[in-house]
């Protein structure tokens, strides 16, 4: 299995992006999926997750401004981001967890200038 992310960019504070993650390989439906992100310096944190029967959790940091949302046939994540402002500056990451597998994605740079 193999994560491709995309969808990260350079946008100004207040606007919006939309990561993309697919996943491919023989699973037809993953546990878990979902995003993270990490600046230089600090450790990699959660940003949203989401089961394959579609129960979501956020950090608090991205409750109401970011969706997370699943196509289970597609093996596919997306993160919606809303109102970005410069502190969601980071590498984003996409995850997925499924029995004893875990992997991770190459990442996507997201910068939100001011």
């Known amino acids: 299995v193999q994560l491709q992310a995309s969808g990260g960019g350079l946008v100004q504070a207040g606007g919006s992006l939309r990561l993309s993650c697919v996943a491919s390989?023989?699973?037809?439906?993953?546990?878990?999926m979902g995003w993270y992100r990490q600046t230089p310096g600090s450790q990699r944190e959660v940003v949203a997750v989401?089961?394959?029967?579609?129960?979501?959790n956020y950090a608090d940091s991205a409750k109401g401004r970011f969706t997370i949302s699943r196509d289970n046939a597609k093996n596919t994540v997306y993160l919606q981001m809303n109102n970005l402002e410069p502190e969601d500056t980071a590498v984003y990451y996409c995850?997925?967890?499924?029995?004893?597998?875990?992997?991770w994605g190459r990442g996507t740079q997201v910068t939100v200038s001011s």
């Open positions: 995850n997925m967890r499924h029995m004893d597998m875990e992997l």
């Open positions: 989401m089961t394959n029967a579609g129960s979501a």
């Open positions: 390989g023989s699973i037809r439906v993953i546990h878990v």
